[in-house]
């Protein structure tokens, strides 16, 4: 079982940078595959990016490319996710998630999620 | 990119009664189909993977499938607990990419 604890709420003001952390416990990060999911009030789920595992790298949509850093310490078993240049359109709950994997192949589901971290961007 | 389209956007059936959501995508090239259910408060919660496989937990009364374009989340008889917000989701490669539909309301009527 994996059990994802993710930082507190944040306030930011428009332009500014915000970094969630997610720690991992029940299992090493070096064991799972992290993603980042979004969800804006009221609205539905946006994928931010996360690990990809045939290219072991981190892959990011290109909406968010070039805003969206994901950095993982595997020394705490905590991963983290910054999103630069913020507007009130990145007022949002942010979870991570993992990947479920099935005997080494990942098959696309988010097996378990953090509690998520609600980010407010207002001037 | 792929886009999905779930549908209804809202479907109104009592404790009981047969539920049918439609996912559909815009292309085809979908490694794996996935469907979630959110209720209010709460992060979602993986029911299906692999357009037909329940996920850990999940009751024999989901059930997914579906293939290429077209994929169908049932719940063959609603409890309660089953009224939310459903999404589907699908994963696709090269480049790795994840994509929702925009939900499927689940309301008492």
């Known amino acids: 079982q994996v059990h994802l604890g993710q930082s507190g709420a944040e306030v930011k003001k428009p332009g500014a940078s915000v970094k969630v952390s997610c720690k991992v416990s029940?299992?090493?990060?070096?064991?799972?595959?992290i993603h980042w999911v979004r969800q804006a009030p009221g609205k539905g789920l946006e994928w931010m990016g996360g690990f990809d595992p045939e290219e072991d790298n981190t892959a990011y949509p290109q909406n968010f490319q070039g805003r969206v850093t994901m950095t993982e310490d595997t020394s705490t078993d905590t991963a983290y996710m910054e999103l630069s240049s913020l507007s009130s359109e990145d007022t949002a709950l942010y979870y991570c998630?993992?990947?479920?994997?099935?005997?080494?192949?990942?098959?696309?589901?988010?097996?378990?999620w953090g509690h998520g971290t609600l980010v407010t961007v207002s001037s | 990119e792929i886009v999905l389209t779930q549908s209804p956007g809202t479907l109104s059936l009592s404790p009981g009664e047969r539920a049918t959501l439609s996912c559909r995508a815009s292309q085809s090239g979908i490694s794996y189909l996935a469907w979630y259910q959110q209720k209010v408060g709460q992060a979602p919660r993986l029911l299906i993977y692999d357009a037909s496989k329940r996920a850990t937990g999940v009751p024999a009364r989901f059930s997914g499938s579906g293939s290429g374009t077209d994929f169908t989340l049932t719940i063959s008889s609603l409890e309660p607990e089953d009224f939310g917000v459903y999404y589907c989701?699908?994963?696709?490669?090269?480049?790795?990419?994840?994509?929702f539909g925009q939900g499927t309301r689940l309301e008492i009527k």
């Open positions: 998630v993992t990947e479920l994997e099935l005997l080494g192949d990942y098959v696309g589901g988010f097996d378990f």
């Open positions: 029940g299992h090493s990060l070096t064991e799972v595959a």
């Open positions: 989701q699908l994963r696709s490669h090269w480049p790795l990419m994840f994509t």
